[in-house]
């Protein structure tokens, strides 16, 4: 249920270890590409040629509607609202599109990135409303899933898995499902603990990021290094600081922790304040850029990057695209480059020298391979001025300033 980042390659991977799978989005777009054998925005390595090996086999099909099945397994978005809180609509849905189709005896898993409780308190009850008794007619589960993007295949098959059953029956059955596939070890558990595991799993990463970007300003404001001092501090054996950047991008990082906010909001005051820290980082860097112009004069600036990380195509929720509005805003002239991210966003330059030409500044949000081949002379001959802010630690002052550029870090004051 759900043929998206997780639906689709997971459905795919249960497909190529022997399943009959039928996957189900109510997307009529989404069926529409698979018909066509492609997989509409979704970049992954090796998705594609995948979709049509299953396709042609006959190992998977496709529809808007679900079949009668053995195991349901729901992976559905679950976006924040505007206050921050959990719309939960595509999990009751999807849930209730299964019930015509239930039977005693089947699995059903919900794979999607949830509050605590909700298997205890949405799904179970939209099971029950047909007279089933969750754990003994129907085995729920909650099996999170925690893969990164860019890296599907490989984490879907090598990652630990863990279950949360609603029971242990129902954790066991949803178990033997996932041991067709993964190497790495199942860890079993309750429901609500399972749910707690993804959701601290990205708010431990959240909240490092948000004391990296901290230790950021502050080192910008005393005047030392902080990618230094991270470098240095993490030789220490129980220290492992994280990197700042421009801020925190994906559907995943910036929207768990709020669901922890949500279910305890007078206990999760760490987890708050960083979501606010990392939210406000693009801005930090807009006025970094600010500064910098200002000093040199200047209108015309140059965005390289605008996927929310490195080596994907994927922009949705990145920083990039909130500094570029921002600075649009400001006024500046702005033009935007990213090898990897389709067209559809405003500013796309077809070409790092077109995004270039008669630039003032060359602004770094994204740590693509592919920058750090950029030929920084014959780049800088084309521009109207040589200034970079490297938002990402991709190059050394060195490397910069001997193609006559004026270099600048965030987290780093400028000497
Ligand atoms: N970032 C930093 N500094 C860092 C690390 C990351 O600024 O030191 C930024 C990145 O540039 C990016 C954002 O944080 O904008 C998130 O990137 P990420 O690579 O940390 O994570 P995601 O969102 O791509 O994937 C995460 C993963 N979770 C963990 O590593 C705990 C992945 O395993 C999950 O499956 C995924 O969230 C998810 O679906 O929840």
Redesign the pocket.
């Known amino acids: 249920m759900g043929l998206g980042?997780?639906g689709l390659p997971t459905a795919i991977t249960f497909a190529e270890y022997g399943y009959q799978v039928h996957g189900t989005d109510t997307n009529p777009a989404v069926i529409e590409a698979l018909n066509q054998k492609s997989t509409l925005h979704i970049e992954e390595p090796g998705l594609e040629e995948k979709v049509k090996t299953v396709i042609e086999s006959g190992s998977f099909t496709f529809s808007r509607a679900p079949e009668k099945s053995d195991a349901f397994i729901i992976a559905v978005p679950t976006p924040i609202t505007d206050d921050n809180r959990a719309n939960l609509d595509y999990v009751e849905s999807a849930t209730e599109m299964i019930l015509p189709f239930l039977e005693k005896g089947n699995v059903v898993i919900l794979e999607s990135?949830v509050p605590p409780l909700t298997i205890e308190k949405v799904m179970k009850p939209i099971v029950e409303s047909r007279g089933f008794k969750a754990g003994e007619d129907i085995y729920l589960a909650h099996s999170p899933?925690?893969?990164?993007?860019?890296k599907l295949f490989q984490?879907l098959i090598e990652n630990d898995r863990i279950i949360g059953g609603f029971n242990d029956i129902s954790g066991r059955k949803a178990g033997e499902l996932y041991a067709s596939f993964v190497k790495g070890n199942i860890h079993y558990t309750d429901a609500a603990t399972a749910e707690m595991v993804?959701l601290m799993?990205?708010t431990?990463?959240?909240v490092?990021?948000a004391l990296?970007?901290e230790l950021a300003r502050i080192s910008e404001r005393i005047g030392a290094d902080v990618w230094e001092a991270i470098r240095l501090a993490n030789y220490h054996p129980r220290v492992n600081l994280?990197?700042?950047?421009?801020?925190?991008?994906?559907?995943?990082?910036?929207v768990?922790p709020w669901f922890l906010v949500e279910a305890a909001p007078e206990e999760a005051q760490l987890i708050k304040m960083s979501r606010y820290i990392n939210n406000d980082t693009p801005f930090q860097v807009v006025n970094r850029v600010k500064e910098m112009m200002d000093d040199f004069g200047g209108k015309k600036l140059t965005v390289l990057g605008l996927a929310?990380?490195?080596e994907?195509g994927d922009a949705r929720e990145?920083?990039s695209l909130v500094i570029v509005n921002e600075l649009i805003r400001a006024g500046y002239d702005v033009s935007t480059y990213d090898p990897y991210v389709q067209e559809g966003y405003s500013h796309q330059a077809a070409s790092l020298e077109e995004a270039a030409a008669d630039s003032d500044m060359l602004v770094i949000l994204?740590?693509h391979k592919q920058f750090s081949k950029i030929d920084f002379s014959t780049i800088g001959e084309q521009m109207e001025q040589k200034m970079i802010l490297d938002a990402?630690n991709m190059f050394t002052a060195k490397q910069i300033r001997q193609h006559g550029f004026h270099y600048y870090q965030i987290g780093v004051k400028q000497s």
């Open positions: 980042y997780i990135t899933e925690r893969v990164m993007p860019g984490e993804k799993e990205n431990y990463r959240d490092n990021i990296a970007n994280h990197q700042p950047g421009p801020g925190v991008g994906g559907h995943c990082i910036a768990d929310y990380k490195g994907t990145s920083p994204t740590n990402k």
